[in-house]
């Protein structure tokens, strides 16, 4: 379990990270946290010409609120988003789930924007990204764009960054006064990828929900929008029968993979529990 | 049944239990503790040799395939490549690799001309470096020529032609099929009320050890003689038929032990690894170092455990009385067979439990197929044993309609009964299994937790109490390895599988052990130094142990099969008699008194009665050591106080000729009662522990504090077993799960928040002091407790726990399926 060869390239600026994708594209990877991508290389799963470690560019460690957006850079480790009390302020969401990403070791040196650009199915930030419309801000030597997370997750694995491309920043906008979030994952042991996991937020609007967001993780080739869910639930008055119903239309949305993990009719079986759970909690937590 | 042949030999037990203890039964902090916890052991890949190459394996991609071609020309060209050896070329110089099956089935330590499972070695390369060598294996070109695959065992008993992997044992994947009956079972089946059956399958699994197996090899042209530094055990056992795989003389091989940390059995002999080194540092000329990563390991670590199919009945007098058992078992050896069935020896040892059963019939179908072989995983088949007849016990209370407390209670073997013969002709020792189990209820509340039952049920959750009565055989004598072999087989005599150590005391007057067999991540050098400071009643701090290589050996089994403490304890106290009463005699002159009248005090020996006439023990071993001839005239008294002692199995008896007897072979018997406490989320088929106690009796205790971290370890190491671990083949035998991403451990947030232990101790004896083996008792039991307790949380949705392991998948498939029959 060796890497392959590789050239390695530790660029001091901005500038000089792009240059460096703008020249090796698909030949090049990108090492920020490296907690996905080493392991696939010591499995030999990839083979890169080129790695570009950005761990050394300044700047981009932030985790904080600007313009009404919750902002993490490129380097912001996962402890760092999981700790940081602008996080709690701007996304109930992303705080509820952050205690499922992973483990300590693996926190202290993954970042977020590394996690959203690897886009494993079954990772929760993505799903986190996706009902929060995030913004991705991707930068390459020819110059900036910014992507939404809908657009932006394209498949297992892949996202809409271009080989030049950084992303050297997510922006998440403030979540809506008053509206409540959480997120239920089951997974085969506490850190490990979820099996599935469920992320819900909900304002409560004249005694009825509205504007629900119900993003589902692990049930097929990124993070998935239950919408029929979302739209079930639009105008309903909380509580069981409205969640049930939810959780439904939500386990009915999705066309989930096999494999010896879990099979699809148990996903579809979790979609369903874990959406009725995640909204009522969600629901009691609006205010 | 009759019991002619059931003599029991006599006793050898030297050292009595005592009612008090100058070392043993204290909760001393482990010797090995310092070492290993701050980074100074030295594990196999800690071993670095001058000039020292490394080696890469590249592995076979498909499950069962011929090997058409390999072109190793670019691998060769690369930079920094030293050589690259195929199966056939390897095989030139090297033989077949040991095994202890008969008929043997020949394995190479690369293969020759086929494969037989996905992971089997198809080249190696030695290289400047590990990368070099990596990148070289993907440089070689492989041809195969696909052959039909076996994955299911039940298929693979009828398989014929290129399915079978070893025709030159025949147009058949059977490695061994035979049904041995023990006692009156047709009567006593036609004397039953009712018989229970159920079709039980227990899952692959595999102990996985932190540190894959590895092996540093160096041969010297000049001697002609192999070192080979490698984290395997049994080197001062059967470590010499690595040397005949490599065709030297036994004695031009020296294995040097590492540090091989805890590894559950999986390197129990490791001699494919070793055979490997040694092979490719004699063609590099070079030292070699190979060790596995995860994926050699996990897809071809020659360890995976038992893999079985039982149909298992269990007939009952209506009361509830236990009568007999006919076991029809199929299990899935996959492609070699290392063992044989000693697995199934293993089981025979207890394959009753601990109840008053009089006869019983194993119908066994040994098959192979195309995954990696099986080996030795902690319980080495007897904790299948146990999950099978405490799964019979709890369906026939479910059937009878009666309490597993009580039943058990009703059929446990009554503490005047022993020493016990049991169908088998296996003999329990000693045992008092009422205490364990009143030892248990009185740790649990379980009044109140059968109040929290009922009261959670009305919330819609599902709390669960199970419960196992289950045995813990320690201290195998040689015989379940070959007990099963046809008839015709050349026998073996009855084995000694001895144990043994060495004691040299120092100028002054301190110790040093030396151990013929490694460390496994138990505890041998708290053991031999609290065995050693209570016979000699010396400071444990003035006492250090090493390990020997095999030149230097003695004969030695090593640890496996809960035998290390009771050997080495054995061991120790023979060499500490030796020691003892050579110091005496020393001491005689010194003192001038009788050696009749001298005695040990705490660090000097001294004349009993007389205060303050005595010696220390420095002042003795000084003596010993430079002055001898300052002494007087004494016959064959010469300097030093040195002692080597070869500890013999306590106690064992040959089979039968027709094995309807198979001897006495695994006698030094534990027991154990497990109760945990789960809550099942239906909905997500997950499990929480509530609660889980734990109680042993293994005997005297020489240290309960790691006893009680072996049954805590061994109870988690059970968690796993019976709901996350599993190695997943696919239809075409592709392991889907060869790493620890994918092969599931339960960690620290999987486990209950204390699991707590309790003790009995019931002494042998026929064991010095007294001492019962207990390293294996925690997985032997939690797998069928856990199962029970899930089945009792589930009762009202009617679901019943056949199979392990029970992911989250698989419960939640289990309930489904009872919701939709209208469970619940």
Known sequence: ??????????????????????????????????????????????????????????????????????????????????????????????????????????????????????????????????????????QSASGARTVGAEEFFTGTLSTAAGADELLVEVRVPQAPAGQGAAFHEVSPRKGDFAYVAVGAVVSLSGGACSGARIVCAGVGDGPHRARAAEDALEGAAPGEGAFRQAAAAA???????????????YRRDLVRSLTRRALADAASRCH | MTRERHYIPESRQREKPKSKYFAIGHSMKRVEDTRLLTGSGTYADDVSLPNMAHAAVLRSPHAHARIVSIDKSKAEALPGVICVMTGAEAAEVTGPCADFSSPPTTQHCIAVDKVRHVGEAVAAVVAESRYIAEDACELIEVEYDPLPVVVDLEEAVTSTGDAVLHPERGDTNVALQRTITFGAVDEDFAAADLVIERRLRW?????????????????????????????????????????????VDPHRLNIVPTDAGGSFGSKLFCHKVCTLAGTLARAAGRPVKYLEDRIDNMTSGDAHGSDRLYDAQLALKRDGTMLSMRLKVIDDYGAYFQYGVGQHGNAMA??????????????????????????????????????????????????????????????????????????????????????????????????????????????????????????????FSATEFWMWNPNETPGFTLSSSPESVSVNIDPT????????????????????????????????????????????????????????????????????????????????????????????????????????????????????????????????????????????????????????????????????????????????????????????DCGTMVNPMTLAGHVRGGTVNGIGSALYEHFHYDESGQLQNALLSDYLHPTLMETPVDIRVGHVETPSPFTEYGIKGGGEGGRMGAPPAIAAAIEDALKPLGVKVDSLPLTPKVLRGMIREAEANGGG
Request: negative net charge; hydrophobic residues 40%.
């Open chain 1, 1 to 138: 379990m060796k890497p392959p060869p590789f050239d390695y390239h530790c660029p001091e600026t901005l500038d000089e990270a792009l240059a460096l994708l703008a020249e090796h594209g698909e030949a090049a990877k990108v090492l920020a946290g490296g907690q996905s991508l080493v392991p696939m290389l010591n499995l030999r799963a990839v083979h890169p010409e080129v790695l570009i470690d950005i761990n050394r560019l300044p700047g981009l460690d932030h985790v904080r609120i600007e313009d009404g957006e919750l902002r993490i850079g490129a380097l912001a480790r996962h402890r760092a988003v999981l700790e940081s009390p602008a996080v709690r302020e701007a996304s109930p969401l992303m705080a509820a789930a952050y205690p499922y990403v992973s483990h300590g070791p693996i926190r202290n040196r993954g970042t977020l924007c590394g996690n959203l650009c690897h886009n494993d199915p079954a990772s929760e930030m993505p799903a986190v990204a996706l009902a929060s419309d995030a913004e991705m801000m991707l």
């Open chain 1, 251 to 265: 386990a009915d949305s999705i066309d989930p993979g096999e494999d010896f993990h879990a099979d699809a009719d």
């Open chain 2, 203 to 247: 899952p692959r699994s595999g102990g996985t050890p932190i540190e894959t197996v590895g092996a540093t090899a160096h041969y010297d042209r000049g001697t002609g003689k192999f070192t080979i530094h490698a984290n395997t055990s049994m080197y001062n056992y059967v470590g010499w038929l690595i040397a005949v795989s490599l065709k």
């Open chain 2, 350 to 475: 207890q394959v009753t439990g601990p109840y008053g059963i009089t006869s019983v019939e194993v119908d066994l179908t040994a098959v192979l197929t195309n995954k990696c072989q099986q080996g030795a995983y902690r319980g080495f088949g007897s904790e299948v044993g146990n999950f099978v007849i405490e799964r019979l016990v709890d369906a026939a209370c479910e059937e009878l309609g009666l309490d597993p407390v009580e039943m058990r209670r009703k059929n446990l073997i009554p503490k005047d009964a022993f020493p016990y013969i049991m169908p088998t002709g296996n003999m329990y020792d000693s045992g008092d299994y009422h205490a364990v189990l009143d030892e248990a209820l009185g740790m649990i509340d379980l009044e109140g937790w059968r109040k929290k039952q009922a009261e959670a049920r009305k919330e819609g959750r599902y709390i669960g109490i199970g419960i196992s009565t289950c045995q813990e055989r320690s201290v």
């Open chain 2, 509 to 696: 007057g301190k110790a040093f052990i030396t151990l013929n067999a490694p460390f496994w991540g138990n505890s041998p050098e708290t053991m031999a130094v609290q065995v050693l400071a209570e016979k000699l009643e010396m400071d444990p701090a003035d006492i250090s142990v090493g390990y020997a290589d095999s030149d230097k050996g003695f004969n030695s089994s090593g640890p496996g099969g809960s035998r290390f403490t009771v050997m080495i304890a054995g061991a120790v106290s023979g060499a500490a008699d030796v020691i003892r009463e050579k110091m005496l005699r020393v001491a005689s002159h010194m003192l001038e008194a009788d050696p009749s009248d001298l005695e040990f005090r705490a660090g000097s020996i001294g004349v009993q009665g007389v205060p303050g006439k005595e010696k220390t023990l420095a002042e003795v071993a000084l003596h010993a050591h430079y002055f001898r001839l300052d002494l007087p005239e004494d016959h064959d008294l010469t300097s030093g106080i040195d002692a080597a002692y070869v500890y013999d199995h306590p106690v064992t008896t040959m089979p039968s000729e027709d094995r309807s007897d198979l001897g006495i072979f695994y006698p030094i018997v534990g027991h154990m009662c497990h109760i945990p406490v789960v809550e099942v989320d239906v909905e997500t088929g997950k499990v929480d522990f509530l609660d889980y106690v734990a109680v042993h």
